[in-house]
């Protein structure tokens, strides 16, 4: 009897967060007038709609930014963090623990308190019109990542590392050759949650881009948007066909890599 009720309020749960999105394709494949009808099927059924908006907008291009910002983004983000963390997990010096607060401190600072100052500091280098603001920065970490990955890296066995380093193995063999393989799971999140986040991002593309051949998914989203929301004869047919190939590769990644995803994070909750 508690197996059953387990799995209905699961079956539930899993219906309230699976039902927006089979919206979002349901409604994606119907005509205009009955885009907003609440029918789970669309009837009739309209495929076209999808061809109608590549041919509009050149979605292709942005879903291609998309990826190379994202997994450029989700790799800086990845590496920049993990170096850290692994310091902040492996050595000890005078004001460790100081600064490591400090850097858990950025966390606090809204967004909008550095977007000016960033903004003009990649105007300096001449790349405030580029893709480089959307990625380059995570070069140098997050807090959060590095937080998370060092919990990971303090889970890790101290005597093999030791006796490694005895051995006449280098701070850079340590991390390359040991950690990073141990490590493997909560790298894999990271980068998952990173990825993530450079996909949806609207605000450094809104900020940032001006060239349309540059744009990414959502910024492309705001033009198609603009372009097909608005007056009174909205497509909104285009509109949610457009954020169904917007959606569906971040859906399509949980499901490949949801193994390691459930797994690293069980492993950071445990531990």
């Given amino acids: 009897m508690k197996r059953v009720a387990v799995w209905s309020g699961l079956l539930v749960v899993a219906v309230a967060f699976g039902y927006p999105f089979w919206w979002l394709v349901s409604a994606s494949l119907k005509d205009r ?36 910002v994202g997994v450029a983004a989700a790799l800086a983000a990845t590496a920049g963090s993990a170096v850290v963390a692994f310091g902040f997990a492996m050595f000890r010096f005078r004001g460790r623990d100081l600064l490591f607060g400090v850097v858990l401190a950025t966390m606090m600072l809204p967004g909008a308190v550095t977007m000016v100052p960033v ?109 097909f929301g608005e007056g009174g004869e909205a497509q909104w047919e285009l509109v949610l066909a457009a954020s169904t190939v917007a959606t569906v590769p971040m859906v399509a990644l949980f499901l490949v890599a949801q193994r390691y995803f459930v797994r690293g994070t069980v492993t950071q909750h445990v531990e």
């Fill in 33 to 68: 007038p009955h885009v907003f009808d609440n029918a789970l099927l669309p009837s009739p059924f309209t495929p076209g709609n999808y061809v109608e908006v590549w041919r509009a907008v050149p979605l292709l291009t942005w879903t291609f930014n998309s990826v190379a």
């Fill in 119 to 227: 903004y003009l500091e990649w105007h300096a280098l001449g790349l405030a019109t580029t893709q480089v603001p959307l990625w380059a920065q995570n070069l140098f970490g997050s807090a959060f990542y590095i937080f998370l990955l060092r919990q990971f890296f303090l889970a890790l066995p101290r005597e093999v590392f030791d006796a490694a380093r005895v051995d006449g193995a280098s701070a850079w063999r340590l991390f390359t050759s040991m950690a990073v393989p141990l490590a493997r799971p909560g790298l894999i999140v990271v980068f998952v949650f990173e990825l993530k986040a450079a996909w949806t991002d609207l605000v450094k593309p809104l900020i940032y881009l001006r060239d349309p051949a540059l744009y990414t998914l959502p910024r492309g989203l705001k033009t198609v948007l603009d372009r």
